[in-house]
């Protein structure tokens, strides 16, 4: 056999009963039903996420082994909608051969379009060094080689005290080859996204820092600080949509900050790329979950679209994710748009909508000082959307997963100042969400644009899961309520005046139906 084909010794036989790692993890009430999920064991960044020929091809960091973070592979499914996904065999398997670059692991990285051949550049990852890899695929993605080369690059650039060097972000150059982002940081300055070019995806030469970030500029626990490196930098440019004016500033820079292997919150720098610099006019928070959407990965598909996918970590206990056989969810695939002040605005993919089922509409009600509104869907796989109103100085919450007595409720929770022109603060309070004491309960929150206190809502609960946009600005989160019955759905008013103009909802149908395989065969 070619020592360099990935292995498929480990793959078991199909006929054979479920695994025992697969019917733990599906037995879990926690476990998402209408979010993309690994098998089982471990899922962590989206990888190589892209269009290819009319299909989407979502990759991802799996471990099919066990609900922790070691030993990473590349998970594979395939999706003609972005809705539902068939597993693929897995992509990358880490190398049995103990010097081989990618023998502790194959972290994150992208696909590219190589003159027709389906190229992978991934971090390969031996020992506590990350290192650049390429890997080919047959024709329909399922079969991976990985290149006798590796590593494409055989070290960071010597000059730079670097904290990390590892990810990518890869494009064609419009002159002829290619160019390469590396997300990194330098020490005693900030994080950084490298840039390399090359002819043909495997000798690159360095350019230099494209931009580098500035870790002292404010406190390390702002919510907004930059971190002193830069995981999974992915730049894309925002077209202009249909009637829009151009803006000065296209292009947009996502990283995620972290620092000395914590996983802070993801960020984007808006600009303009010009071949060597990125000159940056503004940084802003992707998600006010922090590190709840981590680490995600765009794509343009066919239709012209940018998609987005993140990660939407755990926020139990690790021994609490193994002991449940699975660990990690793939935020819903989300559209993102420009905003006319050129920040970005984000919502779900419009294909999810025909998951919805049992529609329920309530029409306009006010929600004054302790009043209290149910009647939508209850449930905790359900999809909200409501036109809410405040007045200056009005305060009103939307409830979900909540228990008869209270006992368990998530709140979000929306706070407009006496101030009209201020922003809406959005809130996610989830002291309460959870009886288990040693699930995350530290609240999420930031500012919302608003005209008139206009705040479009929608509310996703998919078991564990939840996404919110409001103006479409997402906050991604989880929760583990322990209750049962922790299906309460109600709009509660806090202070002054509030209008809901609408209220719609729906259960979300099931996208996992068949037992799923921690080594999916074709
Ligand atoms: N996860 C990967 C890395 C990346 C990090 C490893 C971000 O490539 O830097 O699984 O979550």
Redesign the pocket.
């Known amino acids: 056999m070619n020592p360099l084909v990935v292995p498929l010794t480990d793959h078991p036989d199909p006929t054979a009963a479920p695994d025992e790692l697969v019917t733990r993890a599906e037995a879990d009430g926690h476990r998402p039903r209408f979010h993309f999920v690994s098998p089982a064991g471990w899922l ?2 989206p990888n190589g996420f892209s269009h290819w020929n009319g299909v989407y091809h979502l990759f991802y ?1 799996y471990n099919p082994l066990k609900a922790v ?1 070691s030993r ?1 592979h590349w998970g594979h499914a395939t999706s003609p909608d972005l809705v539902t996904w068939t597993d693929a065999p897995v992509a990358l398997v880490p190398s049995d051969s103990a010097d081989a670059p990618d023998a502790d ?1 194959c ?2 990285g992208v696909l590219v379009d190589d003159h027709g051949v389906p190229t992978l550049v991934y ?1 390969g990852r031996r020992g506590d060094q ?1 290192l650049p890899c390429v890997a080919v695929g047959s024709a329909d993605l399922t079969e991976w080689t990985t290149d006798a080369a590796n590593p494409v690059i055989s070290a960071p650039p010597a000059a730079l005290e670097l904290t990390a060097f ?2 990518h972000c890869v494009w064609p150059h419009p002159g002829g080859g290619w160019r390469q982002l590396i ?1 990194s940081g330098i020490r005693g300055q900030g994080g950084t996204a490298l840039l390399y070019e090359s002819p043909d995806l495997r000798s690159w030469s360095y350019l230099g820092p494209l931009v580098v970030g500035d870790s002292g500029d404010r406190e390390t626990t702002a919510d907004d600080w930059t971190g002193t490196m830069w ?2 930098v992915d730049m894309f440019r925002l077209e202009a949509g249909a009637g829009e004016s151009e803006t000065v500033d296209p292009d947009v820079l996502v990283f ?1 900050a ?1 620092d000395d292997g914590v ?1 802070r919150h993801t960020l984007y720098l808006t600009g303009r790329y010009s071949g060597t610099e990125f000159e940056r006019t503004a940084a802003h928070r992707l998600d006010y979950g922090g590190r709840y959407f ?2 995600p990965q765009s794509t343009l598909d066919a239709r012209g679209r940018r998609v987005m996918f993140g ?1 939407l970590q755990e926020g139990r206990t690790d021994a609490a994710a193994e002991a449940a056989g699975w660990s990690g969810v793939m935020s819903l695939p989300r559209l993102v748009t420009r905003a006319p002040d050129g920040t970005l605005l984000q919502q779900p993919v419009p294909e999810l909508e025909t998951l919805r089922r049992d529609h329920v509409r309530l029409g306009g009600f006010v929600l004054t000082d302790g009043e209290r509104r149910t009647g939508l869907t209850r449930g905790d796989q359900i999809d909200i959307v409501a036109d809410l109103q405040l007045e200056p100085g009005a305060e009103a919450e939307l409830v979900v997963r909540a228990t008869a007595d209270g006992t368990e409720r998530t709140v979000i929770r929306f706070t407009r100042p006496d101030d009209p022109h201020a922003d809406v603060t959005l809130e996610l309070i989830r002291t309460a969400s959870s009886l288990d004491p040693t699930v995350d309960a530290t609240p999420r929150s930031g500012p919302i644009r608003q005209v008139d206190g206009h705040i479009r809502v929608r509310a996703l609960v998919d078991h564990s899961a939840l996404e919110i946009f409001a103006n479409g600005q997402p906050l991604a989160c989880r929760v583990y309520p322990t209750r049962t019955d922790a299906h309460g759905v109600e709009f509660v008013g806090l202070r002054g005046r509030a209008q809901v103009h609408q209220a719609e909802s729906w259960r979300m149908a099931d996208i996992w139906h068949a037992p799923r395989r921690l080594w999916p065969e074709l």
Do not use: L
């Open positions: 962590n960044d960091q973070h990473i692991g972290w994150s971090s990350e590892r990810d997300g995981e999974c995620s972290w996983t981590y680490a990660w």
